[in-house]
């Protein structure tokens, strides 16, 4: 028995297979923009890992999950649950599961070890409310809330990233507000590049080029701090909607990009900290880094072995 597990985001895809004694396999990451879509994708990944006969298949995609077509939020991709169970050989489409990215890295927290995560600040060495939150940085901006119960970790599916911007982050940017017209527009890595162009009035750079160029650029180095504030003053404003306690955990490339930076770091642990009416609960709730890149594959991999 084999499962195929992906986790199709914007800009990259994770993969591997789940055996039958548990153990993953063949694990890869394939760049999407080298692909023409999600069936092309896995059928050129199957190839290479052997063609193998699937049982089932979990995929996380970086957009809404429905009963319908499925879209991606950040590219223009989509496929149909009976095409793709059928273009993957599976015996029938509801051996195709499928949830949204978040969920999926959301379910992976209980789960992870000490390699793929670094703390952000000591823990307060409070008790927990069986609560966690994951929060990707990444190609797009999303939420992943998870409670710990009896029977297992129960993740609830978000869309943020197209809300609007908390006032205390539009009070931050001032005049610059307008130019981000939900949370994503700010909150990702084009949201990185949006900003510095913004705040300099010149042409956008890519984040991975602002995040390089920061070591010797000031101007870049002031939008990586700018970025880091405005982030620890939306992990706040998280604390309020979902009370973490287990932990707030940052995820994706853009995340991990600012928090290369060590004083980026010092920066938005003073925006979290900011006062407020739940400062004694935001100050105890352990902020840590997902330091992986491949982390919602043991959410995917948790569920398939649930369904098993």
Request: proline share 6%; net charge neutral.
């Amino acid at each position: 028995m084999t499962i195929l597990l992906a986790d199709m985001g914007g800009t990259a895809t994770r993969l591997a297979l789940l055996r039958g004694d548990g153990g993953l396999q063949c694990a890869a990451r394939r760049t999407n923009d080298s692909h023409a879509g999600p069936a092309d994708l896995l059928a050129r990944y199957l190839r290479a890992c052997g063609d193998p006969a699937l049982s089932r298949a979990c995929l996380a995609v970086a957009g809404p999950v429905g009963p319908g077509e499925i879209r991606f939020t950040n590219r223009d991709w989509s496929f149909e649950r009976a095409a793709l169970a059928e273009h993957l050989r599976l015996p029938d489409r509801t051996a195709l599961r499928v949830v949204n990215d978040l969920t999926a890295l959301a379910l992976a927290l209980p789960g992870l070890g000490v390699s793929q995560v670094e703390d952000l600040r000591p823990a307060g060495g409070e008790e927990g409310n069986g609560q966690a939150l994951a929060v990707n940085f990444g190609t797009g901006f999303n939420v992943g809330p998870v409670r710990s119960t009896p029977a297992g970790p129960v993740a609830l599916e978000a869309e943020l990233g197209q809300a609007a911007l908390p006032a205390v982050i539009a009070k931050e940017l001032g005049g610059l507000a307008a130019r981000f017209p939900s949370a994503e527009a700010l909150f990702s890595g084009a949201g990185l590049a949006r900003l510095h162009a913004a705040r300099t009035g010149g042409a956008e750079i890519s984040a991975r080029a602002l995040v390089e160029a920061a070591v010797d650029d000031a101007s870049a180095r002031e939008t990586i701090t700018l970025m880091a504030r405005l982030m620890g003053l939306m992990a706040r404003e998280l604390v309020a909607a979902y009370l973490p306690r287990d932990g707030l955990f940052l995820a994706g490339s853009m995340a991990r990009g600012v928090m290369m930076q060590p004083s980026a770091r010092a920066v938005f642990l003073d925006g979290f900290a900011r006062p407020g009416a739940l400062q004694p609960i935001a100050a105890a709730l352990p902020l840590r880094l997902i330091t992986g890149d491949s982390a919602a594959l043991g959410g995917l991999a948790a569920l398939a072995r649930a369904a098993q």
